[in-house]
């Protein structure tokens, strides 16, 4: 059942015990981003919060899709996996082989139940056009300084309406969005996304392009805008059958452009594609580093609307888990089967674990019949809308769960042999990832972990031992003195990985690999894992989360072969890549937390919050790991 507003969703998460009213006065400006990081990284996800005393008119709704429960509430269903199989079911009903007159016939409820689905434009005004500010001023709302060194305040929720100026054809993104002024924000759309493509048109053209800018209204809305949809899908339509009921659209008051009639906030305006690019950033980004400034579309607000009751909303990103990392689980489900239909038929399950931050991890299931399938999905995958930015892809056959994550890695151990099957690439990756030997672009890796035939048994024609200058033996006893921690990780009887805590020392990968096997004795140890010095080993999940994001794979992998026998040993160099040092050319975030001060001011403001138990700062795990003041690492 769709919901007609977001306060309609917010009752409906105030009687499932979903919510937490917040009245003390509580500042957009750090503090409600520290108390929504204790909440969030709370078991389950913790509770959606609503905070009413914020220095404006607009409570503010953060975390409302941030638990299984709740995404569930929002998108209507019991569980995710069943909008999946409806999903299927509807467009099983359309893939019929054969084509006799009755069944034809029989396709027409389904013809009209997608009908039904299309958006409509409505002629009348918006519940979203109550209130109009023809003088507009975003200072009206509780936009969120989220962390520290963010480079000003940012829009994150926004669902950004452009148009393709030759078709037509809506695109709703998510595009965060710093405000620059009273009305002026940068708009942060990636060269990737459909939103780059459309004002490239528009420049092309040398015309202002119309923006609309939604926020709030049904939930659904809000998922619909994070889909990986093809270009050409109209995401309200996807909003429609989510929804089971079409969304009706009003016309903007000052643009060409249409926005959901029962969202809570509209914000109209254009981009102006003959002006220079603003500098937009640093932002700290969803994967737990700061994104650095760089320089973005400039975006006019040319009015203001919204409802008369409206609740402004928001989330935050960080080091994970947060609020995105529920939304990524929807769509797991909710698009397996359209890949699976349209990419990768052998495909039986597909998770991104949260470490992964969505890009740098996906874990597949495939079901095997042939020699070199893992590594057709893998390429398969890899050439797959936004599955193009993942860095690394485990694929495996096993009837385990993918999220039984003990059970996965003594599949891979018992099936993976190094090097046969590590496989080595290189394609876009997300802009973000700050570890990319460029911007946009770098190494990847797939793992198949499968069950290996006959024909793939023979490490014939696969990638060989990296060669290594060695070094002195007079080198080695100070190199090991450099391992400052080791802990060992059992991956299975036959399998043990070591986590090593090294100190800061500028040499090649290939020469500090082939070091450090002789620090160590045991024919188990099959994969090193350096990290930097202050990192907590015995916390695996971070230990993971800050590897795979400080990799690029064909740079900081390397295979060795072991002096006594012909096992090879992986190496992975999960440590921080100065400018300047070992090659790397590119300016280094600093991880994400919060300041003491606003720690501190949170602490003293629990009680009189009146949510819950005492719930100290997730940043203080994390300190050690940042350098400086600053959103870059020096």
């Not at 672009?441 to 696969?462: F, M, N, V, W």
Request: proline share 6%; hydrophobic share 40%; with cysteine.
């Amino acid at each position: 059942m769709p919901y007609h507003s977001l306060n309609e969703f917010i009752q409906k998460l105030n009687r499932e015990d979903e919510l937490r009213v917040i009245d003390q006065l509580v500042s957009p400006e750090l503090e409600i981003t520290e108390i929504t990081d204790r909440i969030s990284k709370s078991h389950g996800g913790g509770k959606a919060l609503l905070f009413t005393h914020n220095g404006t008119s607009f409570p503010v709704l953060i975390n409302a899709f941030g638990s299984l429960n709740r995404m569930c509430l929002a998108l209507g269903v019991d569980d995710l996996n069943a909008t999946g199989r409806d999903l299927k079911t509807f467009m099983d009903s359309f893939s019929t082989r054969s084509g006799s007159f009755l069944e034809k016939l029989q396709l027409l409820p389904r013809l009209n139940e997608a009908a039904s689905f299309l958006p409509k434009t409505i002629k009348r005004k918006g519940q979203c056009q109550q209130v109009v500010h023809m003088q507009p001023d975003l200072g009206i709302l509780p936009i969120l300084k989220c962390w520290p060194f963010d480079g000003g305040k940012f829009i994150t929720l926004p669902m950004v309406h452009t148009k393709d100026p030759h078709t037509g054809i809506r695109n709703v993104g998510m595009y965060r969005m710093q405000v620059l002024g009273p009305d002026e924000t940068a708009m942060h759309w990636h060269r990737h996304k459909t939103g780059a493509r459309h004002f490239e048109e528009y420049r092309k053209l040398g015309e202002k392009m119309p923006i609309a800018v939604a926020l709030g209204g049904d939930p659904v809305y809000t998922y619909s805008a994070t889909a990986p949809l093809p270009d050409q899908l109209d995401e309200y339509i996807l909003a429609g059958f989510l929804r089971k009921k079409r969304v009706e659209l009003v016309k903007c008051l000052t643009q060409d452009i249409e926005v959901p009639s029962d969202a809570d906030i509209v914000i109209e305006g254009y981009v102006d594609p003959s002006e220079d690019f603003v500098r937009e950033g640093p932002f700290g980004d969803h994967t737990g580093f700061y994104s650095l400034a760089d320089y973005y579309p400039r975006f006019h607000v040319t009015c203001i609307t919204h409802r008369k009751d409206a609740v402004y909303p928001a989330t935050i990103v960080g080091i994970p888990p947060q609020e995105d990392a529920w939304i990524a689980r929807a769509t797991e489900k909710i698009f397996l089967f359209p890949i699976r239909l349209t990419v990768v038929p052998e495909l039986v399950d597909l998770h991104m674990p949260d470490v992964g931050v969505a890009h740098n991890l996906a874990l597949v299931k495939i079901k095997k019949s042939y020699p070199g399938q893992a590594l057709k999905v893998m390429n398969a995958l890899w050439g797959a809308g936004q599955m193009m930015f993942n860095k690394v892809m485990i694929v495996t056959d096993s009837d385990i769960r993918l999220e039984n994550y003990r059970e996965l890695l003594n599949d891979i151990s018992r099936n993976v042999k190094i090097p046969r099957d590590l496989h080595f690439a290189g394609g876009p990756l997300d802009v973000l990832d700050h570890a990319a030997q460029v911007m946009g672009y770098g190494g990847k890796l797939g793992i198949d972990a499968t069950r290996k035939l006959p024909e793939e048994e023979s490490d014939a024609g696969q990638p060989g031992f990296s060669n290594f200058s060695g070094l002195a033996s007079e080198i080695l006893p100070g190199l090991c003195e450099l391992i400052s921690r080791r802990v060992s990780i059992r991956l299975s009887e036959q399998s043990v990985a070591i986590l090593f805590a090294m100190k800061p020392v500028d040499m090649p990968l290939r020469d500090l690999a082939s070091g450090l096997q002789r620090c160590v004795v045991s024919e188990q140890e099959t994969v090193f894992m350096l990290v930097d010095e202050p990192l907590d080993l015995e916390d695996i999940e971070m230990v993971v989360w800050y590897c795979l994001n400080n990799i690029d794979a064909r740079r900081d992998l390397v295979v060795i072969p072991r002096l006594r026998n012909s096992n090879a040993i992986l190496v992975v160099d999960g440590r921080k890549k100065k400018k300047g040092l070992r090659g790397f050319v590119r300016d280094w975030p600093n991880v994400i937390i919060s300041s003491e001060k606003t720690i501190a001011a949170i602490d003293n403001l629990w009680e009189k919050l009146k949510i819950g138990n005492f719930v100290s700062s997730p940043s203080l795990r994390f300190r050690k790991l940042v350098e400086n003041d600053g959103a870059e690492a020096k």
